[in-house]
């Protein structure tokens, strides 16, 4: 019974990779062009957590805010998908998985933003 339940909430019921779990500090942020509105993300952290929950907590113009969003992991696509306060709409962006080995966690959007991340050690 035991083995069958950690096989069922360890692989059957997570939505991202047990490497990928955890809390991530964003230690660069790289753009291309002109866009900077994700260099916010700077020294901000990540957090994600088995049942598929992505919290974001980072600071723009000195204020803190928090992001609530759904991850969804296939392959090297990292779906995200969060509620846009403004109109209530679902938002869904998938980005690509450059890096994902130890402490390393490297993200890229449509854009061509890459956000580098280190596993938080608490």
């Given at each position: 019974g035991?083995?069958?339940y950690a096989v069922?909430?360890?692989?059957?019921?997570?939505?991202?990779?047990?490497?990928?779990?955890g809390t991530w500090v964003v230690?660069?942020?790289?753009?291309?062009?002109?866009?900077?509105?994700?260099?916010a993300l700077q020294d901000g952290r990540v957090q994600f957590r088995r049942d598929g929950?992505?919290?974001?907590?980072?600071n723009m113009d000195g204020?803190?805010?928090?992001?609530?969003?759904?991850?969804?992991v296939e392959g090297e696509d990292l779906r995200i998908t969060s509620?846009?306060?403004?109109?209530?709409?679902?938002?869904?962006?998938?980005q690509t998985i450059r890096t994902l080995e130890g402490d390393r966690l490297v993200?890229?959007?449509?854009?061509?933003?890459?956000?580098?991340?280190?596993r938080l050690r608490e």
């Open positions: 035991a083995g069958s069922f909430h360890f692989f059957i019921l997570t939505r991202v990779p047990h490497a990928m779990v230690s660069e942020v790289k753009t291309t062009g002109s866009d900077k509105s994700n260099q929950t992505m919290i974001v907590q980072a204020k803190g805010y928090t992001i609530k969003a759904t991850v969804e509620v846009n306060p403004s109109n209530g709409e679902k938002v869904t962006d998938v993200i890229e959007d449509h854009k061509g933003t890459v956000l580098m991340m280190e």
